[in-house]
C-alpha cells in the first residue's frame, strides 16, 4: 500500500476520494484548509493536515514523504474564473505549478490531476469526445485546467515526473454544496427543497455527461492499484443526457412539480458534451454505473435532511 495525500480532501470529489483510499488500504493525508467545518469524509483512520493552498510551505509539508499526490483542489469555480480571469491564472495555475515544484523536490512517485473533462473540449459539434480531439476550450475555468494539464507534460519531460489527467465529466451526489454555484442537480434540489424556481439556461437541450461521484472514485481506485500506461483519460458516464432529461429526474425523485425560471445560455457554456471512455475501459475494464434516478435520490435525500435538521 502507498502513502497517498489528497490536495482539496475536504471538498466534494476529493472527501469520497479519501474514503475509497482509506478502504483499499492506503496510509492517507487529508489536506485542505478545513476552516469552515469538521472534515467532510467518513473514514477516521486518516491524518489531517490543515493548510492553504497558496502556501508554499504548507505544500512541501504535505507532499511530503508521499508516494501519491492527487491535485483535486481549485480555488475557483467556473463562474468566479468567468468573473475574473487572472485569479484563476494567479492562484489555480501558478500554485498548481509550485505543487509540482515541491513533488519534484519530494520525490513524488505519481501525481494524479483533476481536470475537465467537459469544457475542456469546447464547441467542436461533436456527439462524443475522446482523449485525441482537439482540446479548444473558451472559459477561463477550463483554459486553466489545460494550462496545468501541459505543466504536467513539462513536468515530465523536465524532472521525469510521473503523472495522470483524469478529464472529469459533470460529476454529482452526496456532500456537493448545494449553495454554491457548481452543479445543476444540487443546486436545483435546494431549490425544490426550498420551494423556489429551478433556474434553466435555455430551452433544457444543452446535454451533460453525468456521473454519480461514488462511481467516479471507484474508476480512480482502480488507477491506483494498476498505474496508469497512458497520461490522460475521460472519465465519465459515457452517455449524455440533457437538461430537460435532469429536471425530469429531479420530478420523479422528489415528486414535485417545480416551477421554471428560463434565463439565457451564458455565452462559454457548450451545448453537448459526451465523454468516450473506451481508453479507461480497455485498460481497466468497466465500472458499474449508480442509475441516474438512483444518484439524484441519495443526493436530494441528503440535501433534504439537511434542511430539515
Do not use: W
Amino acid at each position: 500500500m502507498a502513502r497517498a495525500v489528497v490536495i482539496g480532501a475536504n471538498g466534494f470529489v476529493g472527501s469520497h476520494l479519501v474514503d475509497s483510499l482509506v478502504g483499499a488500504g492506503h496510509d492517507v493525508t487529508a489536506f485542505d484548509r478545513f476552516s469552515s467545518s469538521e472534515p467532510t469524509f467518513a473514514a477516521r483512520d486518516v491524518s489531517i493536515l490543515r493548510g492553504e493552498f497558496l502556501s508554499r510551505a504548507d505544500l512541501e509539508e504535505a507532499v511530503r514523504g508521499q508516494d501519491l499526490v492527487f491535485h483535486f483542489l481549485s480555488t475557483t469555480s467556473p463562474a468566479t474564473a468567468e468573473s475574473d480571469p487572472t485569479l484563476d491564472i494567479r492562484t489555480n495555475i501558478a500554485q498548481s505549478v509550485e505543487l509540482l515544484e515541491a513533488c519534484v523536490t519530494a520525490g513524488t512517485k505519481h501525481f494524479y490531476f483533476a481536470s475537465t473533462g467537459g469544457a475542456i473540449y469546447g464547441p467542436q459539434g461533436k456527439p462524443v469526445h475522446d482523449e485525441q480531439d482537439r482540446t479548444l476550450p473558451v472559459s477561463p475555468y477550463a483554459i486553466g485546467k489545460l494550462a496545468i494539464e501541459n505543466y504536467l507534460r513539462y513536468f515530465s519531460v523536465m524532472h521525469h515526473l510521473e503523472s495522470t489527467t483524469l478529464r472529469i465529466s459533470n460529476p454529482f451526489g452526496t456532500r456537493q454544496r448545494p449553495n454554491k454555484r457548481q452543479g445543476l442537480i444540487p443546486i436545483a434540489l435546494r431549490q425544490i427543497v426550498l420551494g423556489r424556481p429551478v433556474a434553466r439556461f435555455g430551452s433544457g437541450s444543452m446535454v451533460r455527461d453525468y456521473l454519480y461521484v461514488e462511481d467516479l472514485v471507484a474508476m480512480i481506485a482502480r488507477m491506483v492499484d494498476t498505474p496508469p500506461r497512458l497520461d490522460t483519460y475521460n472519465l465519465g458516464s459515457g452517455a449524455g443526457h440533457s437538461v430537460t432529461d435532469i429536471l425530469n429526474s429531479l420530478r420523479r425523485v422528489t415528486g414535485t412539480d417545480f416551477d421554471i425560471d428560463e434565463r439565457p445560455v451564458p455565452a462559454t457554456f457548450v451545448d453537448s458534451i459526451v465523454l468516450d471512455t473506451a481508453r479507461y475501459k480497455a485498460e481497466f475494464g468497466d465500472v458499474p454505473l449508480t442509475p441516474l434516478d438512483e444518484g439524484v435520490r441519495r443526493t436530494y435525500e441528503e440535501i433534504r435532511d439537511q434542511h430539515a435538521s
